[in-house]
């Protein structure tokens, strides 16, 4: 209260901070390990629905392609729109993919 | 992989999901850029390291972890002191407008004394948790008290009056301004019998700035997106355009008095004497514009002012004057329910203008590739065949506000998410009493304004 008096005489206020509290309630994840090349790797790209994105993908996939021939590649739509897992699509890739690109974000 | 605008936003916005991702970054935009352009893309340098694009891909896809790659820290923000540094109130006020913790506008300093006392608006324990929010769709949640929305309560300008539907706004979870480049827009209004006990404005200019209560309680929900849903500039919040709903985000109270139809919360299944909060979130909401269903019958004039939306949720809300209400029930229609579904029959649309809309190919498309129908027949149609987008009509909803100075209503593109009890957030002795004076004014308003009703030979 002496305190508060002596803030008060100095023409101080004190204010509540208006802030929500961090909760922590996201863990971190570690990166899937990196392959040592690409040639005959099996990698996904997939489409996660902002337009424009497949069209780039099928242009990359292309260039891949081009630049690695021994490249497989598996062109997708994530299903569901792009802020939606697609546990289907995923525990596919998992089983039969060695690499993945998401794209294209924005 | 991310388009180059979103290079500062993506790198957060992973770290904040507690990954150190690799990305890439190709030229903005691609939605729109013909094929030769997204070739040259490729083929191309990422504008952000200056590195050419796709061999990145491949050193993302092979060069070894990092230490921090494989074993990411946890982002933890520190917990937030209860109290600020003391400071002058003029020190502080630029704190706050220099942190972003205000809608940019003057706010009332929130020291202890102002938010006891608007905590005397609520039974509730300051320390009760009433929940947590992100305006992202993922990212990291803020929790909050209840003395937390009280201190936004108190920025707002707001009174104890007031809390408790502050306090159930704040129960939804649901942030006003989405982080949605699309620049989202909410709207809120209330039911039930505390409409009066704190003097909302249902009536006369009930959407525009002439009422405190309307005007504080729509400010708060917007202060706590803020400083309770995380929302910064640029880092959390991507609005290209922004939108000015997002100020006060349409609040009001329903016109129950004077509407011909049940209340908004009656239709739904909640008592007339219970005091709710129902909310909203979409896009845009434009005026009839004068048309007030002289010449062409309102329902006629909603399916044509309908033609500019993308009828993307199949959702949309009629916020009207209690004159349109009546018009329409003299047209046949007795309850809101039953021009839902005469919209939904009535309303065409060339199946191409759906699919051709931006909003359609990222949310509508998706259903139609995964077989879910309707979407997944209309994807078939040839472009000119006619398709009734709004095929739910519960999802098509009236709401009754305004003065009856005119026939007028806007058609809004809100589709509804919750409505909220007020009345668990309420003190024991059931509103904290506003001061005589105030009282007095509001009814010698409602008075007058009853008194020109019935004196220009109109009733209900």
Known sequence: ?106 | MASARFAEFAASDAQNHGMNLRFTFPPYPLVGRPRSVLRQYVEGNDPVTGKPLMPQVIDALTRPLTEDEKHPKPLRGAPRPRLLKPDTEESLHRLFLENDWTDGLPIVLPTEERVAHMLTGTAADPNTVVGQMTITTLQEKLEYTVEKVAVNAVMAGAGPEHLPVILALAASQEGSMPSSTTSFARMAFVNGPIRDEIGMNCGLGALSPFNHANAVIGRAWTLMTINLGDSRLGETFMGSTGSPLNYNNMCFAENEERSVWEPFHVQRGFKKEESVISIFRGWSAINSMGAAGCCRPAQEEMLLILQAFPALTGSITFVMDPLVANHLKEQGFNTPRQLGEWISKNFKMPVGQYFGSDLVYSFGNPLARDGVEPYASWWKLPKEILIAPYHQPELINSVVVGGETQALWFTTDMAHTQTLSIDKWRPKSGVYQEDEETLRRRQARQKRHAAALKASGYNL
């Not at chain 1, 069209?55 to 392609?65: G, M, R, V």
């Open chain 1, 1 to 106: 209260m002496a305190q508060m008096t002596s803030q008060a005489a100095r023409g101080l206020r004190v204010v509540l901070d208006p802030r929500g509290q961090p909760t922590a309630s996201v863990q971190p994840s570690a990166l899937a390990p990196r392959l040592d090349t690409l040639n005959g790797k099996t990698v996904y790209l997939v489409d996660i629905g902002f337009g424009g994105g497949y069209d780039f993908l099928e242009e990359a996939a292309a260039w891949l392609i081009r630049n690695i021939p021994e490249i497989q590649i598996e062109l997708r739509h994530k299903r569901g729109n792009m802020f939606l897992d697609d546990p289907e699509l995923f525990a596919e890739i998992k089983e039969r993919g060695d690499g993945v690109i998401f794209g294209v974000g924005g």
